[in-house]
């Protein structure tokens, strides 16, 4: 049986060269990390739980379950136009994973890192505690006071936009690809679920927008938050809805697990699709015709109506 | 049955005022918050899990679960100096707790604004998710570049120190006090362990004071921590160790979830208890003897020897 601290010293041996640098001040081993912050900026930060079998499965390969864990959480930053810096990893396990042995740990913590060298972050702090398995992400990063784009500056007349084809995770599930899965031999759809990518690339693009989130839910249920938040509604263009290759509209429109932004904006945007536009009578409409806002509900399973 | 968003906006309503204010620009509701850093200030962070009988019993009152999460989570910042400014709370919750009602929620939450109020911090962002309950809470503060408390620091000859009396919370276990309990008649060993106090309240100790950490794990385990990565040992004097009332000398020594600091200074620290030596032998002893490391692990509920 590994104790607590062999099982950390994993953990650190597996984050390798992510474990601190640049504006990591103090990594892990202390009782918290110090990080210098950029002058003039603000902090951005946000919190995700990944449970097994909801967010990645069980049996799934420990690299991608990490790699994946890294990736969705930091999306909320690219979600506000922020600049990543870093993270905190707490993770829950029971007494069988960590008995086994070091090395679904230590991969884990590997594909955290691979993760992390991509955003060019660091995972600088953690905590380990015996319980079901659990993976819980706390991020951060900085960005000008004022910038932040937010689900509540959307207005009607603005137009809807998606920064890239949707579905094509939904679609992973949805026909059973999910597993078995080899790292080194992803089909399209597996790399769609396993390796995101937290749409950090768009700083041009999220000058010219006034507002947007990341598509984790669904877009038909981001969408709603945005309207909901904004105080509008919103009329979609289905034949506009750029669907990945292999997946289907339903998977489009009600997936999740995208990590595309939606974006509104006054102007248009160069390079993403434009798929509708707000719309002062509140509710989603497709083509004319009311759309229900299903999506993902940790708690209903179910499906509600805007 | 509650939805996921019926839960969150209990969680924001128990929180009040303390979901957002002063320094953070932007509270729950969005993809992230924005907090505003201080100019010439370090960041300084940590993360803590909390499971049911492990860090509290599960049919505790809410608001003491909510406040005893965020006090000791925050401890960690106090070990190192910092002033306190924000946290994320991440909750897994099963469904049996969401169907129920939003009242266990709302206490929880109401738990935590008051451990948040007393410290001055703010709440301002979060997660739900369905699943084994399991709160998660990431801890943030500033802090002077290059003045953290580290525990890398002790050198032999240098004087231990701890800020107050030990082992209360742990004779609160021992002795079966911890249910029933009563939030508005807490017994003093009820209120060592709901309600423990993070040392936010000794910078002046702290500037004298050379490296330190908080004392979670029991003191024993928690010195041997310091003396592993400050490459030294430690002597230890029983008669000079402050515990508690009602609580007897193992407690002191092992017990855990004490979040009074331990210090180690080679200038007299006013007001802390004196408890004795850093040595150039490694391994801790106790008048003379050699003392087992004992103390919580979570995955060999063992003894290590140092």
Same mark, same amino acid.
Request: proline share 10%; net charge negative; hydrophobic share 45%.
């Given at each position: 049986m590994l104790s607590e601290f062999e099982i950390i010293d994993a953990i650190v041996a597996g984050l390798g060269d992510r474990a $601190? +640098?640049?504006? #990591?001040t103090l990594g892990p081993g202390d009782d918290a990390a110090v990080i210098a912050a950029s002058p003039g900026l603000s902090q951005v930060a946000s919190i995700d739980t990944l449970l097994p079998d909801?967010?990645?499965? #069980? $049996?799934?390969p420990a690299q991608l379950i990490g790699y994946r864990s890294l990736m969705v959480s930091f999306s909320d930053l690219a979600a506000m136009g922020a600049i990543p810096r870093y993270c905190l990893v707490s993770l829950s396990m029971d007494k069988s994973q960590a008995a086994r042995d070091s090395v679904w740990v230590e991969t884990l913590a590997q594909g955290m890192a691979a993760a992390a060298k991509e955003l060019g972050v660091y995972v600088c702090g953690g905590n380990l505690s015996r319980g079901p398995l659990n993976i819980v992400v706390s991020v951060h990063g900085e960005i000008e006071p004022g910038r932040p784009l937010l689900r509540s500056t959307g207005r009607p007349g603005q137009s809807i936009y998606v920064t890239g084809p949707l579905g094509a995770a939904a679609a992973c599930v949805r026909t059973g690809q =999910? =597993?078995?899965?080899e790292p080194e031999a992803l089909t399209p759809l597996q790399s769609a679920y396993y390796?995101?990518? $937290? &749409?950090? !690339?768009l700083s041009s693009l999220l000058t010219s927008a006034v507002g947007g989130l990341d598509i984790s839910d669904g877009l038909a249920q981001d969408l709603g938050h945005l309207c909901r938040a904004s105080g509008c509604g919103a009329a979609l263009d289905s034949a506009a809805l750029p669907v990945a290759s292999e997946a289907q509209l339903h998977d489009a429109l009600f +997936?999740? !697990? !995208?990590y595309e932004l939606l974006l509104v904006s006054s102007t248009p945007l160069e390079g $993403?699709? &434009?798929i509708g536009i707000l719309t002062s009578e509140t509710g989603l409409r497709l083509d004319g015709e009311p759309l229900i806002e299903q999506g993902f509900d940790h708690f209903c399973d179910g499906t509600r109506t805007a």
């Open positions: $601190a +640098g640049e504006w #990591i909801v967010h990645f499965p #069980i $049996a799934a =999910m =597993m078995p899965v390796r995101p990518q $937290a &749409r950090f !690339d +997936g999740g !697990d !995208d $993403a699709y &434009r």
